[in-house]
């Protein structure tokens, strides 16, 4: 078991060290995705600490196989944001793969374990085929609804919601692949 996960589980026993440990491991990184999405530090800082009362909160909702912690925090992180500018009726763009510079994950501070994790996924994400590639894109990067992608690609909501449902299995099992390898290792 990671540290993350024991960090998590010892959150769930209202454990505020432990709390505080995770903290300083994801904040950079959350705060990083907070910012590109809201474009402000203020808000990206106000949204950061709810994201950590919700982690004090929902601990127990973790479940280590479906995702890592760093994942579970940064899709809540990502989550909680898109809802914010949908909020304030924002229909920006905020998150575009091309403009993701890798030098700011660096320079937040990932260990070379998660780099490599972000490096395979997003290898994983452009390895999709170009249907599924773009709605993965549309929903998780720029944070459109399906039916926002149904009208953007002028193709059927349904149509959206199974491109996604495979892209999103083809990305379980390539990082789930990637995990099995590197523990056997």
């Known amino acids: 078991m990671d540290i993350d996960t024991q960090l998590i589980q010892q959150i769930t026993k209202q ?12 904040v950079m990184q959350m705060l990083a995705v907070a910012v590109k999405i809201l474009k402000s530090q203020k808000d990206a800082e106000d949204l950061i600490h709810d ?22 925090i940064l899709m809540r992180v990502r989550s909680r944001a898109i809802d914010r500018l ?8 905020v998150f575009s793969t091309d403009s993701y510079d890798e030098a700011e994950l660096v320079q937040t501070g990932p260990s070379q374990d998660q780099l490599a994790e972000w490096h395979h996924a997003r290898s994983a994400v452009e390895r999709l085929p170009e249907t599924q590639y773009n709605v993965i894109v549309l929903s998780y990067f720029e944070g459109l609804t399906c039916t926002e992608i149904a009208e953007r690609c002028q193709i059927p909501v349904g149509t959206v919601k199974s491109r996604l449902s495979t892209a999103i299995q083809h990305l379980r099992y390539a990082l789930e692949s990637r995990r099995e390898k590197t523990h056997a290792q």
């Open 15 to 26: 454990d505020r060290q432990a709390l505080a440990q995770l903290y300083e491991r994801h």
């Open 51 to 72: 994201v950590f009362l919700e982690i004090w909160n929902k601990a127990g909702d973790f479940d280590a196989s479906r995702s890592a912690v760093r994942t579970w």
């Open 86 to 93: 949908r909020s304030r009726t924002h229909r920006q763009k």
